[in-house]
């Protein structure tokens, strides 16, 4: 067994809050010089930068998971992490289909560009993908994210704005394979799931602030999701 680092939450030039440098190949490289050995791309709504994203951590010697950060119908932020770029671009390519959102202003809101691995911009998603929410309820995302071999994690669940706390009042029983947080909180608000810590950064230089330790024989998504459900991972706030 070995001990890895994964940051789980990371933005990409594709989310309208993200910064243009946030391409692929700038992430995955900051990740290496971080010390991290897994990292997953999680942009709003949509995974229309994975390929890139895939051909970049091949290249920084990095294993890749391919997420979404999906809103909910209850305008709820969750983890939906995917062991392959198919099924992430599919799963993606649907909940942007389910955003319930009006065409969009870049100039107002930033660009939404998804690029090649070479950085060359290849397209800019029509709809705005951050405050607006998809028909997906919590409920459904355990499902719809399972039968695509994928797993569902609530994120920032301790955040006023978008976190599920903030917004149900109260951590649903799920299922869920972990629950992200931002700073340690008591168990008694985030038994009986396994607790990650990602950076969800905007900027390739904040990508590893926050990360997650976790042992298993290797470091790739499967092995990932073994070590949340046999409890050996260790949330590490302010990593550096």
Request: overall charge negative; aromatic content about 8%; some cysteine.
């Amino acid at each position: 067994m070995s001990t890895f680092r994964a940051d789980l939450h990371i933005h990409s030039c594709l989310s309208p809050c993200g910064e243009l440098s946030a391409s692929p190949r700038a992430i995955a490289r900051s990740a290496r010089e971080r010390g991290l050995h897994l990292i997953a791309l999680t942009d709003h709504n949509s995974a229309r930068n994975a390929p890139a994203f895939a051909a970049a951590c091949r290249s920084e010697g990095l294993a890749a998971v391919f997420g979404i950060e999906i809103t909910t119908r209850e305008e709820v932020h969750a983890l939906t992490l995917f062991p392959t770029v198919k099924t992430a671009l599919e799963a993606g390519d649907e909940a942007y289909e389910r955003l319930e959102s009006e065409p969009f202003d870049p100039g107002f809101f930033g660009d939404q560009v998804w690029v090649d691995e070479n950085e060359e911009i290849e397209g800019m998603l029509d709809k705005l993908c951050i405050l607006c929410a998809t028909d997906l309820s919590l409920d459904d995302l355990g499902p719809w994210c399972r039968s695509r071999g994928g797993i569902l994690i609530p994120a920032h669940i301790d955040r006023p704005a978008f976190g599920v706390l903030g917004q149900l009042g109260f951590l649903p029983e799920g299922p869920f394979e972990a629950v992200e947080c931002t700073e340690p909180l008591s168990e008694d608000l985030t038994d009986p799931w396994p607790v990650i810590a990602s950076s969800d950064a905007h900027r390739p230089e904040d990508i590893g602030c926050r990360c997650l330790e976790f042992e298993a024989p290797e470091a790739d998504f499967e092995a990932l999701v073994m070590a949340l459900e046999s409890g050996k991972t260790r949330a590490l706030y302010g990593n550096k």
